[in-house]
Structures are given as C-alpha cells and as structure tokens.
C-alpha cells in the first residue's frame, strides 16, 4: 500500500518479500524515533557553506544524524520521512532548531546557521512564537538564523505559509527557498515573498556536462538571482568542473564536498575561528 502511495501514477504494486522488509524497517524506524531525543541518539553535523567571490566561510548548514542502538546510522532520507507521517517531525525539528542555535551561539565568529524546517513543523499556528522562545533562550541574534523551506509548502496552502513567513521576517530571520528549480518551482513564488537566498538543487549540479537542461536551469536560476538581487547558492558542489561553471557563472555561495563534509560542532566551532573550510581543496575557488 505504501509502495503504491509513493508512486506518482498511483500503479498496482504486489506484494513482495523487499517490501515487506521495508514496511518493518518503517515500523521500527517510527518506534526508535519516539525515543531519539531522550537517548540522546539524534546529534547535528555542519557543513561549510562559503562564498565563492570572496573566498570565506560564510557559515554552515545544520544537518541532522541519527545513530539508533538497534538500526545503526539511519540515513535522514529514511527516517525524516517516517517522522513527519507520524507527527514526531515537530518535536525533532524542535530539538534541531533549539541545538542549532545554541551551537551557534558558541562559535567566536559569528556566522550564520541554517536549518531546513518541515513544513509540518512550519505550519504549526504557533511555529513564530515558538521560533522566538528558542531565540531569546539560546541568544541568538535573529539575523544570523536562516530558516530553509521548500516550495512544497506554499504550493500546499500559500495564504497560511505566507503569513507564517512574513512573522518569520519580522523577528529578522532569514528564509532560503531549498531545493529551487525541482517540482513546482515558479516565479510566481519569487515574487509573492522576499527570499533571502535561493538553494540550487544538488541534481542539477549531478547532472552537469551530461545533460543540457542542467545547464540551463543553472545558469537561469543564477541569473534570475542576480537580477531579483538574491543570492544564490549551489548544493552538492563536488567537482573542479562543477565548481568552475558555477564561477564563470558568478554565483555567490556554494556546499559540497568539495569545500568540506559535514563536521561535528567542535571543528565546527576552530572552522568558524579560522574563517576557513576543512577541505584541502579550498584554494581552488581562486583557480
């Protein structure tokens, strides 16, 4: 049954013993996740994010691991999807945000965190109430947070998203759209709410040198930043070729593994100090 729902045509599917297999997998996923935060089983990773004119660190984004005692490293593209079903999203989310900003807090530098939201968390009524509690208990500077959504959301019900949005930016945080150029991208949604960042999806970048419209979406969205005046950023950056095109290109900010992996808070922390990424290959922005 969940094999079909996922499916876009809503096709058969018959039983099998893989599926099956998975449906177990999702139960004990659901079960273990209810205990993740008490167990301390849920930590936070940081990836560089940098500017690629001025060759600096700009800041990081906050990525959530979970390592379960029966289900060993659970990949987030398992688990998150199980957590927002089952409603436990909103209080993980919670958790991220709260640890987020509290790790922030402590970098000597300060530096912007970002924090993808659900938009299960993020429609909640009193998500912005909640979002100024968390701020004004870490002390967190409201400007250095940027909250990341996905077009989903305001496609789903635009009138309530927009208007938690708007209460977003009035505390001074920042918004990103994550994921652009996926699915129900539209200008429309540029133009109904002053993005402070567009998200270059990763796939587009995968799909660089080997298919043409890649290369076009790219080189739209960077342009469209540029003339709507919001800065643009490239996920998935791995590659000299990759990262060449998105400089001639003159987008602003790039992550990847090409300017460093996902980092637990105490390099987190000596990066934010030096102003540098991890990776050795960081001097090839200038190149």
């Not at 289900?71 to 999203?89: H, M, R, W, Y």
């Not at 109430?129 to 500077?141: A, F, H």
């Not at 077009?151 to 930016?169: S, Y």
Request: aromatic letters at 8%; a negative charge; one cysteine or more.
């Amino acid at each position: 049954m969940y094999r079909s729902k996922k499916l876009q045509d809503g096709s058969w599917c018959w039983y099998d013993a893989d599926a099956d297999e998975d449906g177990r997998r999702r139960g004990q996923i659901a079960i273990g996740l209810r205990s993740a935060i008490a167990d301390n089983a849920l930590r936070l990773v940081f990836q560089p994010q940098i500017s690629m004119k001025k060759r600096q660190l700009l800041g990081f984004e906050a990525l959530l691991r979970w390592s379960s005692p029966q289900l060993g490293e659970v990949s987030p593209a398992d688990f998150i999807p199980v957590a927002e079903q089952t409603g436990i999203i909103v209080e993980i989310g919670d958790w991220v945000l709260m640890q987020a900003c509290r790790e922030a807090t402590l970098w000597p530098t300060p530096m912007g965190v970002a924090v993808n939201v659900s938009p299960v968390q993020l429609m909640r009524p009193n998500f912005a109430e909640r979002l100024t509690e968390i701020l004004t208990e870490t002390g967190l500077e409201p400007t250095r947070l940027e909250i990341e959504i996905t077009e989903t959301m305001l496609i789903d019900n635009p009138g309530q998203a927009l208007l938690v949005l708007r209460k977003i930016k009035a505390l001074g945080v920042r918004v990103a759209m994550d994921d652009f150029g996926t699915g129900y991208s539209s200008l429309s949604t540029l133009f109904s709410f002053p993005f402070d960042k567009i998200k270059v999806d990763r796939s587009f970048l995968n799909a660089l040198g080997r298919q043409a419209q890649a290369t076009s979406v790219i080189e739209t969205v960077i342009e469209l930043g540029h003339k709507l005046s919001i800065p643009v950023l490239a996920e998935g950056v791995e590659t000299d070729f990759q990262a060449a095109f998105l400089k001639d290109r003159r987008c602003d900010e790039a992550q990847g593994f090409l300017y460093g992996r996902p980092v637990d808070s105490s390099t987190a922390h000596a990066l934010a100090q030096s102003g540098t990424w991890e990776d050795e290959n960081a001097g090839k922005l200038s190149a």
